[in-house]
Nanobody
Framework: QVQLVESGGDLVQAGGSLILSCVAS???????NMWLYRQAPGKQRALVA????????NYGDSVKGRFTISRDNAKNTVYLQMNSVKPEDTAVYYC???????????????WGQGTQVTVSS
């Protein structure tokens, strides 16, 4: 059984910083791309950032220059460094990853349960 668990969500003041983590655990053979999405109340889930197994990154336009995604492949963990946060960053942040549980299976998409980030003005 594979699980993704996010942590680090908190209440933070505008202009502050926060680090989110997402750890994949269980029967894991390999992980390729990892993504972080967010969903604000009344809005659709939106891509925040992604990172490949090789470290290539992409960011949503609203977070470019402020957020940095990174990963530790040995720990099956992805991190999101959030700087200069704004009230509009308030959302539940979700982790998503493509994972193979052994060499003979296809890639499956797994989601975490989410972690709440609230930015006060």
């Amino acid at each position: 059984q594979v699980q993704l668990v996010e942590s680090g969500g908190d209440l933070v003041q505008a202009g502050g910083s926060l680090i989110l983590s997402c750890v994949a655990s269980g029967s894991i053979f390999a992980i390729n791309n990892m993504w972080l999405y967010r969903q604000a109340p009344g809005k659709q889930r939106a891509l925040v950032a992604s990172i490949s197994s090789g470290g290539s990154t992409n960011y949503g336009d609203s977070v470019k220059g402020r957020f940095t995604i990174s990963r530790d492949n040995a720990k099956n963990t992805v991190y999101l460094q959030m700087n200069s946060v704004k009230p509009e960053d308030t959302a539940v942040y979700y982790c998503n990853a493509n994972i193979r549980i052994d060499s003979s299976t296809r890639w499956y998409s797994y989601w975490g349960q989410g972690t709440q980030v609230t930015v006060s003005s």
